[in-house]
């Protein structure tokens, strides 16, 4: 019998233990919103996310599919894609006296005049040597001084001839007009027509560098390029990082044991978010003041962990009805805040205006199962395991490219699920089988004592009992 209550409280137990978390254990959910279908997706948490989650790092977050089942998830900081700009232009083609190409003692000499820009404006050349008795040149100076971030590609046009061309060049850079360095010895440029099919390549691309000039040689003994042009390019890739959006914080009277006064002026954000930056906007016209800056990331911390941040000196001017102000100040690195304190060496009339701007995290999460897909927040017990969604998405972006990323889904209206009950802090739960070993100690030490007892009570018994057995042979 005793075995059997032991089984029973341990099944049970376990059972507790093994149950896992529905949306109904969640303070609120959200309804996921997504557009096709996709091995994974992932959303921009914003404000209301953080004001219903009750744990550290939004450690009480869970998606669940339709049949009500936690899918693999993770929250990480969004890394925005660097997007490539490019930036292509029509660059000066001067030409230069044509060099025989078995000429190794002729030279030329320039004489430049430049705009107020730095671009030429007139090349006039003296040629020394030997240089070639016919007129149409083979060489090229090409000024490239609005690309500051050198060029990748350069493309040729000419108005003659229009096919039947394999013009071969050297192509060399300088910054300064006397020092060359060859980027190609041996560039191909091709205009082919027969029969109707056309090959035609008037690209030359060249390795990233960053060079004021070029010089173009032809080494081939085609016909003479006519009115040859040139159009550069550079790609660059540049951060997308859109504007941080902005929560306006309150000044508070106190938070814990620490009072604001005219020189200390505390704010306490309804939720913690990672804050990134800072703007700080004083309430008098013609005013400034030098500030020094800190911020906490809990505040039920006892005592309170104050991280210096910044030190700045804020201003607000008018004049002729503009009004400037200081810039907002960038806070690295990003971490959780939950409290700001503004320190001011001179006293202030009146609390200054605090705007906080954070960069929301993205939930990733696989869509394992059917959809819909909801997202619950909100828990004092279920905490997120940590899924090694990173692997997955490793495999994805080898397959679909390294700048795939999991298509943007959207969050649908909040509605309540657990409510405020989901925050109560559950009771211990009963140790059975500690209390269980006590009881079976307990009763054996009973059984024991009453069988010493029954002994005890009735040696007269016990004796007669001995002296009826026969003795041993």
């Given at each position: 019998?005793?075995?059997?209550?032991?089984?029973?409280?341990?099944?049970?137990?376990?059972?507790?233990?093994?149950?896992?978390?529905?949306?109904?254990?969640?303070?609120?959910?959200?309804?996921?919103?997504?557009?096709?279908?996709?091995?994974?997706?992932?959303?921009?948490?914003?404000?209301?996310?953080?004001?219903?989650?009750?744990?550290?790092?939004?450690?009480?977050?869970?998606?669940f599919?339709?049949?009500?089942?936690?899918?693999?998830?993770?929250?990480?900081?969004?890394?925005?894609?660097?997007?490539?700009?490019?930036?292509?232009?029509?660059?000066?083609?001067?030409?230069?006296?044509?060099?025989?190409?078995?000429?190794?003692?002729?030279d030329?000499?320039?004489?430049?005049?430049?705009?107020?820009?730095?671009?030429?404006?007139?090349?006039?050349?003296?040629?020394?040597?030997?240089?070639?008795?016919?007129?149409?040149?083979?060489?090229?100076?090409?000024?490239l001084?609005?690309?500051?971030?050198?060029?990748?590609?350069?493309?040729?046009?000419?108005?003659?001839?229009?096919?039947?061309?394999?013009?071969?060049?050297?192509?060399?850079?300088?910054?300064?007009?006397?020092?060359?360095?060859?980027?190609?010895?041996?560039?191909?440029?091709v205009?082919?027509?027969?029969?109707?099919?056309?090959?035609e390549?008037?690209?030359?691309?060249?390795?990233?560098?960053?060079?004021?000039?070029?010089?173009?040689?032809?080494?081939?003994?085609?016909?003479?390029?006519?009115?040859?042009?040139?159009?550069?390019?550079?790609?660059?890739?540049?951060?997308?990082?859109?504007?941080?959006?902005?929560?306006?914080?309150?000044?508070?009277?106190?938070?814990g044991?620490?009072?604001?006064?005219?020189?200390?002026?505390?704010?306490?954000?309804?939720?913690?978010?990672?804050?990134?930056?800072?703007?700080?906007?004083?309430?008098?016209?013609?005013?400034?003041?030098?500030?020094?800056?800190?911020?906490?990331?809990?505040?039920?911390?006892?005592?309170?962990?104050?991280?210096?941040?910044?030190?700045?000196?804020?201003?607000?001017?008018?004049?002729?009805?503009?009004?400037?102000?200081?810039?907002?100040?960038?806070?690295?690195?990003?971490?959780?805040?939950?409290?700001?304190?503004?320190?001011?060496?001179?006293?202030?009339?009146?609390?200054?205006?605090?705007?906080?701007?954070?960069?929301?995290?993205?939930?990733?999460?696989?869509?394992?199962?059917?959809?819909?897909?909801?997202?619950?927040?909100?828990?004092?017990?279920?905490?997120?395991?940590?899924?090694p969604?990173?692997?997955?998405?490793?495999?994805?972006?080898?397959?679909?490219?390294?700048?795939?990323?999991?298509?943007?889904?959207?969050?649908?209206?909040?509605?309540e699920?657990?409510?405020?009950?989901?925050?109560?802090?559950?009771?211990?739960?009963?140790?059975?089988?500690?209390?269980?070993l006590?009881?079976?100690?307990?009763?054996?030490?009973?059984?024991?004592?009453?069988?010493?007892?029954?002994?005890?009570?009735?040696?007269?018994?016990?004796?007669?009992?001995?002296?009826?057995?026969?003795?041993?042979?």
């Open positions: 019998m005793i075995h059997r209550c032991l089984l029973a409280c341990l099944f049970t137990h376990l059972a507790a233990v093994a149950q896992a978390a529905t949306p109904a254990d969640y303070a609120e959910v959200y309804p996921i919103e997504t557009s096709g279908n996709s091995a994974a997706w992932q959303l921009d948490l914003d404000g209301s996310v953080y004001a219903v989650s009750g744990g550290r790092n939004l450690r009480d977050l869970a998606v599919n339709a049949d009500g089942h936690a899918v693999p998830m993770i929250i990480q900081p969004f890394k925005y894609p660097d997007v490539s700009v490019e930036q292509r232009s029509a660059v000066p083609v001067l030409p230069l006296p044509k060099r025989k190409a078995d000429s190794a003692d002729s030329f000499h320039l004489l430049v005049e430049r705009d107020a820009e730095g671009r030429l404006r007139r090349l006039e050349t003296q040629v020394s040597g030997n240089p070639a008795a016919n007129p149409e040149t083979n060489q090229w100076l090409i000024d001084g609005e690309f500051e971030s050198g060029i990748d590609e350069l493309a040729l046009d000419w108005d003659t001839p229009k096919t039947g061309v394999i013009a071969r060049f050297e192509v060399a850079g300088s910054n300064d007009l006397q020092s060359w360095n060859v980027l190609d010895a041996d560039a191909t440029l205009v082919l027509e027969q029969d109707g099919a056309r090959i390549r008037r690209v030359i691309a060249l390795s990233p560098t960053r060079t004021r000039y070029l010089r173009l040689r032809r080494s081939d003994d085609g016909a003479p390029l006519l009115g040859l042009r040139a159009v550069a390019s550079h790609v660059r890739f540049v951060s997308r990082v859109p504007p941080a959006p902005w929560i306006e914080v309150d000044a508070v009277e106190s938070i044991d620490m009072q604001a006064s005219a020189t200390r002026h505390l704010y306490l954000l309804r939720y913690p978010v990672p804050a990134s930056a800072l703007w700080i906007g004083l309430s008098n016209d013609n005013a400034i003041a030098q500030l020094e800056i800190a911020t906490a990331s809990d505040v039920a911390d006892a005592p309170m962990r104050w991280i210096h941040r910044s030190r700045l000196v804020a201003f607000r001017l008018l004049q002729n009805d503009d009004v400037i102000e200081s810039e907002a100040i960038s806070l690295d690195p990003v971490t959780r805040v939950s409290a700001v304190r503004i320190d001011s060496v001179t006293p202030l009339a009146t609390h200054p205006h605090l705007l906080v701007g954070y960069r929301p995290p993205r939930l990733v999460f696989l869509a394992e199962g059917k959809g819909p897909f909801l997202l619950a927040v909100g828990s004092a017990t279920a905490q997120t395991p940590d899924y969604i990173e692997a997955a998405l490793v495999t994805l972006r080898a397959k679909l490219g390294q700048q795939w990323q999991p298509p943007l889904a959207q969050l649908g209206e909040v509605r699920s657990a409510g405020e009950k989901a925050y109560l802090t559950p009771k211990p739960p009963i140790e059975w089988k500690h209390w269980l006590w009881a079976v100690l307990i009763g054996a030490a009973l059984v024991v004592g009453g069988i010493a007892l029954s002994l005890l009570r009735d040696p007269d018994k016990r004796g007669a009992e001995d002296r009826q057995q026969p003795p041993e042979e």
